[in-house]
């Protein structure tokens, strides 16, 4: 097993860049939020190109997130441009977006923008940023998050990114995009599959599973490098990484003592510690984010459902009991929910259960749903189903109201994971 | 194409008298949230290899070819019309000892794929087990499983679930 590694380590040089995919995920609305805050975002003054791309991106993004609803205006309004309250008062807006671009030298442009409340009639703030043309989209990401924030109290996920895998026949990529699909790049290509990517709490790296060498072996690849490690290749199979909160250890599947059960190592691979002891299958752990449990599927009560077990060793508690499907335990950032997969008359739905009242709430009404995955404010969940036998990613609002469809054209999508927030 | 942008968040900006800072010409900023630079947003693309060995001849030709033992739902009993199957393999590794084997459980495509790696894994280990009572040695053969990675049959309906519940049974030079 080992020389095959190697023979792929010197075959991944004369591959790469054999290929630079470049498919881009599109995202459609589904459904929106119940009350929608009316927003205006005026075309920014200026440097007419560049201001009209980094308004489209902020306008995109608000509307994308079906919480705003966009007020029409389209005349540019500069940065410290006096308002008119009463008339944006008028055309029915709550807040309004203004701004300006300047070339600052060097090919760089300055960005300034402000954010008002039309109905206090006050700046809420502005930004001003220096980029570069082609930083247009990550600087709109930012501006549509400080609108977010300052509007709704809670972080924006616009400039995070997601990973999600592309299967086309006799190839698996592994993407990285920005929240909103675009910009999608390759980090890992191969023939054989990928699953079960997670993010590093610092969003370098991704831990996944690949079958490159024929069975399943996980991996540490570090992004901005290309660099990655093998993790976990011991005898029999090796699976469903988790990173712990602080990043410094990986709960795994293992095999080598026989059924699937969980470990956890360093993400280097060294000092493997047993988690959890179980005659069946134990796998898909998940750390609660405050690190003191880990959420995993196991069938040792006869079905596959959801248990925990404290992070550092002790007994298990099983968390669902309805139905005899429930898998793939993910928690919420503020750790007070849980959203899972269960099985309805054959159907795999996405549900979401407080796990203060243990009440469930059955999230799609899809059939092939899977590998849910929060955004880093627990707003939504991203997921993996199926439109006409095509696999597609979707995203769901916790409330189930909000609903997004992401496809790439000509390829299956699955497998998403929803990086961390920016540091910063 | 290393990527800058510079965010200065000015308090100043806030209350109405904006400056920006250019971020080459600025010390480190105190109270604001920083000159901040986007890291990792690149991605350096990386591809596998495909790896090949040599194969061996006697493993190609008669029962020895048949390399697949199928499953009913839900199950990981292998069936007795493989058993002979099983038995003809059995005695290859015990005649060769030198031989490896490796074995890819596979499971359909229904539900979790990381459940159904570790449903796969039973089935792989229950015809290892079988090949282990008939003689073959524990460092001879791996139970691996690949889930529903690598279905034989690729249509939602039984007849092809089926086909995709299985073990394929591979040799020295074939993974």
Redesign the interface.
């Known amino acids: 097993m080992m020389t095959?590694l190697l023979?792929?380590?010197?075959?991944?040089v004369?591959?790469?860049?054999?290929?630079?995919a470049r498919a881009q995920l599109t995202i459609e609305i589904t459904g929106a939020g119940a009350n929608r805050l009316p927003v205006a975002i005026a075309d920014f003054a200026g440097e007419p190109g560049v201001a009209r791309a980094v308004a489209a991106v902020v306008r995109a993004d608000l509307e994308r997130s079906g919480l705003f609803r966009l007020v029409e205006a389209a005349t540019p309004l500069a940065?410290?441009a006096p308002v008119d309250f009463a008339d944006w008062k008028a055309r029915g807006a709550d807040a309004l977006v203004v701004g300006s671009v300047q070339p600052?030298g060097n090919g760089r442009f300055?960005v300034?923008f402000r954010l008002h409340d039309v109905q206090k009639q006050a700046?809420l703030?502005?930004?001003?940023?220096?980029?570069?043309a082609?930083?247009d989209r990550?600087?709109g990401h930012?501006i549509a998050d400080f609108v977010y924030e300052k509007l709704l109290g809670e972080r924006g996920v616009f400039s995070t990114r997601i990973a999600y895998v592309v299967k086309r026949p006799g190839r698996y990529e592994l993407q990285?995009a920005d929240a909103d699909g675009m910009n999608a790049?390759?980090?890992?290509?191969?023939?054989?599959?990928i699953?079960?990517p997670a993010w590093s709490p610092d969003?370098?790296r991704l831990a996944y599973v690949?079958?490159?060498?024929?069975?399943?072996v996980v991996y540490v690849?570090s992004?901005?490098?290309?660099r990655?490690h093998v993790v976990a290749n011991f005898?029999?199979?090796n699976?469903?990484p988790a990173w712990s909160p602080d990043g410094r250890k990986l709960a795994v599947?293992l095999?080598k003592d026989?059924?699937?059960q969980m470990y956890s190592l360093n993400a280097d691979g060294s000092g493997v510690v047993r988690l959890a002891s179980s005659a069946g299958?134990d796998?898909?752990p998940f750390f609660s984010p405050d690190g003191q449990f880990i959420y995993f599927?196991s069938d040792r009560g006869g079905s596959?459902q959801a248990y925990r077990v404290p992070a550092g060793g002790g007994s298990a508690q099983r968390i669902t009991f309805e139905g005899s499907?429930n898998?793939?335990p993910r928690l919420s950032p503020d750790g007070r929910s849980m959203a899972f997969?269960t099985?309805n008359d054959g159907r795999?739905q996405l549900a979401l259960m407080d796990l203060a009242t243990r009440q469930t709430q059955v999230l799609t009404d899809s059939h092939k749903d899977?590998?849910p995955s929060f955004a880093p404010n627990g707003r939504m969940i991203l997921y993996a189903s199926e439109i006409g036998?095509r696999g597609v990613l979707a995203a769901v609002s916790s409330d189930g109201r909000v609903k997004q469809k992401l496809s790439v054209q000509a390829g299956d999508v699955r497998?998403p994971a929803w990086g961390p927030f920016?540091?910063? | 194409m290393r990527k800058e942008l510079m965010i200065i968040l000015g308090a100043a900006l806030i209350a109405g008298c904006g400056t920006t800072v250019d971020p080459e010409q600025s010390g480190a900023p105190v109270e604001d949230r920083g000159a901040r630079k986007i890291e990792g947003a690149e991605v350096k693309p990386v591809t596998t290899g495909d790896p090949m060995g040599t194969a061996l001849a006697a493993v190609k030709q008669g029962v020895l070819a048949q390399r697949s033992v199928f499953f009913d739902y839900d199950s990981y009993v292998i069936r007795d019309e493989f058993k002979s199957l099983v038995e003809a393999h059995a005695r290859f590794l015990v005649a060769n000892p030198k031989v490896r084997m490796l074995i890819q459980g596979n499971a359909d495509e229904r539900g979790s794929r990381e459940y159904n790696l570790a449903l796969g894994q039973k089935r792989a280990e229950a015809l290892k087990k079988m090949l282990l009572l008939l003689g073959a040695r524990e460092e001879q053969v791996e139970a691996v499983s690949l889930g529903e990675e690598k279905p034989r049959c690729g249509e939602g309906n039984e007849a092809c679930w089926s086909q995709n519940r299985r073990d394929d049974m591979l040799y020295t030079g074939e993974f």
């Open positions: 095959a023979r792929t380590a010197f075959a991944l004369l591959f790469a860049l054999a290929f630079a940065e410290n600052a300055e300034r700046s703030g502005g930004l001003a940023y220096v980029m570069t082609q930083q990550a600087t930012r990285i790049q390759t980090a890992l290509a191969s023939r054989e599959p699953i079960s969003g370098g690949s079958f490159e060498s024929k069975k399943p690849h992004l901005a490098t290309g990655r005898k029999g199979s699976s469903a599947v095999t026989g059924a699937s299958i796998t898909e599927t596959p499907y898998v793939t997969v099985r795999f899977e590998s036998g497998e920016l540091k910063h």
